[in-house]
């Protein structure tokens, strides 16, 4: 789950790393307020779940209360869509008006989850600000990694390699150790997994501060984790993944054409490979779970059909507690309920009640090629005709 800049500022703030002051306005006359209260020069940045605001129009600088109103009327009610939103784009329904920074640099500093290290790396550079995604392309070296040990954490000869990494001038050295030091003990301290502050900001007058902030939490942690949660912004999320959350459904939308209707994690990832490897792409990763019911494997498949890049549906279970006759009748149940968005289905099914499962789909009258295996899906998969989505293209 991610958070918006200014949840994460206040939690950045509370564990003592320094933040630009600024308030949150909902409206354009709040925002004047704000840069009332604030004096000054005030930056009006729109509160969305992706970055990449600067380069859409999404972070003004405004002189005076009223260019602050105006910066805020332009952004509020509107959608933004940056390199990093798709074209649909995220609705606009806060601000954060702060004071305007004078920078001197802009440095980059991150912590994530490495899959290949199998823990936490925190990332910095010198080339931070709006290009950084261009610098990790192009030149990687200018990004110094440190994988921090679970149990030890991030160790301060580490802390002092970044830092010197960085090549701040010397007397910067202490207040930007302390603050990767605090950024660390963020991430830890709320079950993150991504905890990134681009530009990390040094002013003109030698002050250290998060310019930007953007937080994500493990969603498999929320549930410890309820301050937390009650921060989630549903306006900001893919309506078909929030709709999949609220059935207890774990699905994340692709950009493929391949729509895959599985069962477990570990066989979901498999699909998506197998379908990779015919030269298709998918359109989703769905786990329905082992303890799926009729209805589920329906609100599952109309998930699915919902997309309308899918152009084909590809089922692969393997029936253990699931079994494969209930995958088939909530698979009739959606084809019942949307009898036009039904697609061209490959089925594979192993397992408890497969036999069944297949005469079920085999009896429909629905497009359905049955495979015995993954190879057989794969060619099936190959096999389908391009460009059937309801989409259009
Ligand atoms: P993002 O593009 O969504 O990552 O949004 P950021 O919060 O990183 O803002 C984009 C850029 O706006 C930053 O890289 C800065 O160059 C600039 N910016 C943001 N806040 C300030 C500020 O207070 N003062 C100045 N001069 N520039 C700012
Ligand atoms: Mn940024």
Redesign the pocket.
């Known amino acids: 789950m991610r958070l918006h800049?200014y949840q994460a500022k206040e939690i950045l703030a509370k564990a003592g790393c320094a933040v630009?002051a600024g308030r949150v306005a909902r409206t354009p006359a709040e925002a004047a307020e704000a840069a009332e209260a604030l004096a000054g020069?005030?930056?009006v940045?729109?509160q969305?779940h992706?970055?990449?605001?600067?380069?859409?129009g999404?972070?003004k600088?405004a002189a005076s209360a009223a260019e602050a109103r105006d910066a805020a009327a332009s952004m509020l009610g509107s959608t933004l869509v940056?390199p990093?939103t798709g074209l649909a784009g995220v609705p606009v329904d806060a601000v954060l008006v702060?004071?305007?920074?004078?920078?001197d640099e802009?440095l980059y500093a991150a912590i994530a989850i490495d899959g290949a290290e199998g823990g936490a790396v925190v990332m910095v550079s010198a080339a931070?600000?709006?290009e950084i995604e261009e610098v990790a392309e192009r030149t990687p070296e200018k990004i110094i990694r440190a994988p921090v040990d679970p149990v030890l954490g991030l160790m301060p000869y580490q802390i002092r390699k970044l830092a010197n990494g960085l090549g701040v001038d010397s007397r910067l050295m202490r207040p930007v150790s302390g603050m990767l030091e605090r950024l660390y003990s963020v991430f830890s301290g709320n079950d993150c997994s991504l905890v990134e502050v681009?530009?990390l900001?040094i002013t003109t007058d030698g002050a250290v501060l998060a310019?930007?902030?953007?937080l994500d939490v493990d969603d498999d942690a929320l549930f410890r984790r309820p301050d937390l949660l009650q921060m989630r912004d549903p306006g900001q999320e893919d309506p078909l993944e929030a709709q999949a959350r609220s059935y207890g459904i774990s699905y994340v939308k692709l950009d493929g054409a391949v729509g895959c209707l599985v069962n477990g994690a570990g066989l979901a990832m498999a699909t998506m490979d197998v379908t990779d490897a015919a030269g298709a792409s998918p359109a989703n990763f769905l786990d329905v779970g082992g303890s799926a019911d009729v209805n589920k494997v329906a609100q599952a498949m109309g998930i699915i059909l919902s997309d309308p890049n899918v152009e084909t549906v590809l089922i692969n279970i393997f029936g253990g507690i699931l079994r494969c006759d209930l995958v088939s009748e909530g698979v009739l149940e959606a084809a019942r309920a949307a009898p036009g968005a039904m697609r061209p289905m490959v089925v594979r099914m192993q397992g408890t009640n497969a036999e069944e499962g297949r005469a079920l789909l085999a009896e429909s009258g629905l497009a359905v090629t049955l495979v015995d295996d993954m190879a057989q899906a794969a060619d099936a998969v190959r096999a389908q005709p391009k460009g059937s989505g309801l989409g259009g293209e």
Request: glycine share 16%.
């Open positions: 800049e630009p020069r005030v930056v940045k729109a969305v992706a970055g990449g605001r600067g380069k859409a999404g972070v600088l940056t990093q702060e004071e305007a920074l004078e920078v802009e931070g600000g709006m681009n530009p900001v310019a930007d902030a953007k």
